[in-house]
Structure formats: structure tokens, C-alpha cells
Nanobody
Framework: QLQASGGGLVQAGGSLRLSCAAS????????MGWFRQDAGKEREFVAL???????KYADSVQGRFTISRDNSKNTVYLQMNSLKPEDTAIYYC?????????????????WGQGTQVTVSS
């Protein structure tokens, strides 16, 4: 089970840190991803961290967002800096056992409930 938190309202240029807490004892064997979905749009890949600790980012967030994980806390984070209005969306965390470079939502069987991020101009 995944529980996302940390969303909110922020001005353009500001920062937020999202957290996704996982239950269970096998967290360190899961690749974790962050996706986002705005109204009327497809859910899109944002960032992932593999079970081995490697990371990958969407071009639109490269250099502004950082994904990390703390296996001792069963938690994955998404640090979002230099936020833009186009980053506004519901952000979802997702998990996949032994996940590596999986960027499609359909690759992830486990999903959190989503947290709203709104960036005002």
C-alpha cells in the first residue's frame, strides 16, 4: 500500500517535496515512480528510482526535480524546485517489484491515492 503526501499550493518558482510511504517489508526490492495527471490529460511519467538506486526523469522536469528513497523508512521522495504553472497536476506514486527503467503507467501494479500540486503564476 502506498500513501502519497506533500502536495499543496505554491507560487511559480517555489518548491515542494512529495513523499510516498509504503507498507510492507520488501520496499528495497521495488522500483518506484512518480507520475502526474492534469484534468483532461493522460497520466504522464515524471521520475523513477530503480530498486538499485538509479534514476530517470522526464525531459520536462530534468534539472528541477530530484527523486530519492530512504529504504529504512520505506519512503520515496520527489523534491520539486523551480516549479512552473504547467507542473500543476495530481501527482501519484507507483511501485513495481524489481523495477528498472519503467516509464509507462501500465508497468506499475501498485499506486498511491495521489496528491494535488497547484502552481500559481
Amino acid at each position: 500500500q502506498l500513501q502519497a503526501s506533500g502536495g499543496g499550493l505554491v507560487q511559480a518558482g517555489g518548491s515542494l517535496r512529495l513523499s510516498c510511504a509504503a507498507s510492507g517489508r520488501a520496499f528495497n526490492s521495488y522500483g518506484m515512480g512518480w507520475f502526474r495527471q492534469d484534468a483532461g490529460k493522460e497520466r504522464e511519467f515524471v521520475a523513477l528510482i530503480t530498486w538499485r538506486g538509479g534514476s530517470k526523469y522526464a525531459d520536462s522536469v530534468q534539472g528541477r526535480f530530484t527523486i530519492s528513497r530512504d529504504n529504512s523508512k520505506n519512503t520515496v521522495y520527489l523534491q520539486m524546485n523551480s516549479l512552473k504553472p504547467e507542473d500543476t497536476a495530481i501527482y501519484y506514486c507507483a511501485g513495481r517489484a524489481y523495477g528498472l527503467g519503467n516509464v509507462r503507467p501500465s508497468d506499475y501494479p501498485y499506486w498511491g491515492q495521489g496528491t494535488q500540486v497547484t502552481v500559481s503564476s
